[in-house]
């Protein structure tokens, strides 16, 4: 799994959010006439978080936020906008349920970790295999607990799409 | 071995004991998608190069969020499933017959079921002590293809409430004060149970808000034991057959018990822009409110309008509020149409839209305008909710909010009662 004209590790800059960032602070209601016209859609990702994100994310940037991220609705075009986005990952303190099923899903990878000593603009790099971290900007690496097996499965295929295409069944 | 509701029914589902932490593929006895989600779901079976449902007799699309079509986008999108459900044989719930959630509760729902849907909110399903969760687009299509998906069995928290609720207070406040006590994130991966006598004596409607609100714990589902409750409802509903009795083994293992005493619960509500902003109403009684709403999956049923309907009996709403109120499904329409409780809220100055999500997730009417305030019945109350992210929303229940309608700000019904 790679991000186009990238390969892990690499490095890139952090888009720093807080606690709670919900479905609606990534995918707001009310632009829900676009949630069949991805690209359109997507140039929403975060608009009720940080405006500016949508319009000068970078390839294969990190978003990086504090607890609870993706909390509330199940609707997957939140992770599809932040993957489409140009996010190379998601990384947080903790996650809802349902929007990191959905990460691992499209293909977004998720990561868990103490992210108070990433500040906006940091550039980090992540090693998804070895689990970790590497703040360059501040000098320091962080590790983080591996995705679930039944899910890195998933993850490893591009998402669940590419998964069920591939083995034509739930095989975890 | 001593089984949580949750183990319980994820046990008898798959023919083996399982337990909190262990992955399982189980067959789904109904899974849903609706016009926010339905046209996504569809699109990602055919990128998977599936044609049609594993069971189309299990497989429910469902016109709730946008209901009528404000325009030919949203109209083309629930075209598209209406002829993909047709196609397909598939279950059609049309624009009009209400919330997934409700039409679940009323015609599907019953003990012992795996029921997953495009909708967080799907969780509801558990006041029937069936294991409703919501997913994504692509999980949910996955499991219309196949007829299974995968779970992690949760761990589950113990909520045991006791007593008598006090008049005025009702199940949306206690649900409101149990998730101030676990915060938003709480209950994250795992399950909740409800239970305790103020449980056992609660109405259908009453334990379908406890459910519906389980995920703004966080929580993958909130069950209830089934009981002659749960009976006398499916036999209401034609579905007597369908009940079975469920409860957990009496030494099952939680990771956490939250007790509560109902008689000291009191009408709550949440502030912006977190469901776990929990102050007593009496604290912010006061507090100007430009919009109400009444509706919802969490608030919208036929016994939440009556409770509506006699605060607001011969008085009228506040020239400086609005009252929407959007009913659950066409039965509430109906049961309310029938004795007189929409008369009743039409009277006092509601706006009455059809059945559906209505104002709660901010793509529909109802919008408030910048710096409003606007109380609903429903479950959230993230920044931007209801459709302008200058707004701020608050949460109660229907009686505080006909109260509130009333007067124009924040207030008590216990004044009123």
């Known amino acids: 799994m790679n991000m186009e004209g990238k ?18 602070h990534i995918s707001p209601g009310r632009y829900f006439h676009l ?68 990460a691992i899903n499209v293909g977004l990878p998720a990561i868990m970790c103490n992210t108070d000593k990433i500040a906006d603009k940091d550039q980090l790099s992540i090693d998804l ?3 970790k971290l590497k703040n360059e900007t501040k000098g320091f690496e962080l590790t983080f607990s591996p995705i679930p097996k039944e899910m890195m499965k998933i993850l490893s295929e591009g998402g669940l799409v590419s998964y069920i295409k591939k083995y034509g069944d739930l095989k975890l | 071995m001593n089984k949580t509701l949750s183990e319980k029914i994820l046990s008898r589902k798959v023919g083996k004991d399982v337990s909190a932490g262990e992955i399982i593929v189980t067959d789904v006895d109904y899974m849903f998608a609706h016009d926010a989600s339905g046209p996504l779901t569809i699109d990602q079976l055919r990128t998977m190069g599936i044609q049609k449902p594993a069971y189309p007799d299990k497989t429910i699309i469902i016109i709730d969020h946008a209901v009528p079509s404000p325009n030919k986008t949203i109209s083309n999108n629930q075209e598209k499933l209406r002829k993909w459900a047709i196609k397909t044989g598939s279950r059609f719930s049309e624009a009009g017959r209400g919330i997934c959630h409700q039409v679940l509760a009323e015609d599907y729902a019953s003990p012992g079921q795996i029921i997953i849907g495009t909708d967080s909110h799907t969780v509801t399903a558990g006041a029937l002590a069936a294991f409703g969760t919501g997913m994504g687009a692509t999980d949910v299509a996955v499991a219309i293809g196949l007829g299974k998906t995968w779970l992690r069995v949760p761990e589950t928290i113990m909520i045991k409430l006791d007593g008598d609720l006090p008049t005025g207070v009702y199940s949306k406040d206690a649900m409101l004060t149990f998730i101030g006590k676990l915060t938003m994130e709480g209950a994250t991966y795992k399950a909740l149970e409800f239970s305790g006598s103020t449980i ?45 009795k469920i409860m957990p ?100 100055g509601a706006t009455v839209t059809p059945p559906g999500c209505g104002v709660c997730f901010g793509a529909l009417g109802g919008v408030p305008a910048d710096d409003d305030r ?28 006909a109260v509130t309608a009333i007067k124009g700000e924040i207030a008590d019904p216990r004044e009123m009662l």
């Open chain 2, 249 to 348: 083994d009496k030494k099952a293992e939680y990771t956490e018990t939250l007790k509560f005493d109902a008689s000291e619960i009191e009408p709550t509500i949440a502030f912006p822009d977190t469901v776990d902003n929990i102050k007593t109403v009496s604290e912010a009684a006061g507090t100007e409110i430009q919009e109400v709403f009444i509706g919802s999956c969490t608030n919208g049923r036929i016994e939440d309008l009556r409770i509506a309907a006699d605060i607001l009996k011969g008085k009228k709403v506040n020239p400086n509020t609005k009252l929407i109120v959007t009913p659950a499904s066409r039965e509430t329409l109906l049961l309310a149409v029938q004795d007189l409780t929409l008369q009743t809220l039409i009277e006092s």
């Open chain 2, 374 to 401: 606007i109380l609903t019945t429903s479950n959230r109350n993230f920044k931007g909710r209801t459709g302008n992210p200058l707004s701020g929303t608050y949460l109660a229940s229907p009686a505080t909010a």
């Open chain 1, 35 to 102: 949630r069949t016209n991805l690209p359109e859609l997507t140039k929403h990702t975060l608009e009720d978080a940080r405006e500016e994100y949508a319009s000068n994310v970078k390839s294969g940037d990190f978003v990086v936020a504090g607890r609870n991220f993706g909390m509330g609705s199940s609707r997957e075009h939140a992770a599809i906008m932040i993957k489409m986005s140009g996010a190379g990952a998601v990384v947080a303190k903790s996650f809802a349920r349902i929007f990191y099923r959905n």
């Open chain 2, 200 to 244: 056992n004596n609660m109405r259908m409607d009453e334990r379908l808000t406890l459910s519906n609100m389980a995920v703004e714990a966080g929580a993958k589902v909130g069950l209830i034991s089934s009981d002659e409750t749960t009976k006398k409802y499916l036999e209401s509903r034609g579905r007597g057959k369908f009940f079975q």
């Open chain 1, 129 to 131: 295999e070895l689990g």
């Open chain 1, 7 to 24: 390969t892990w590790p690499f490095i890139s800059t952090a888009w720093k959010f807080g606690d709670s960032i919900s479905t609606d």
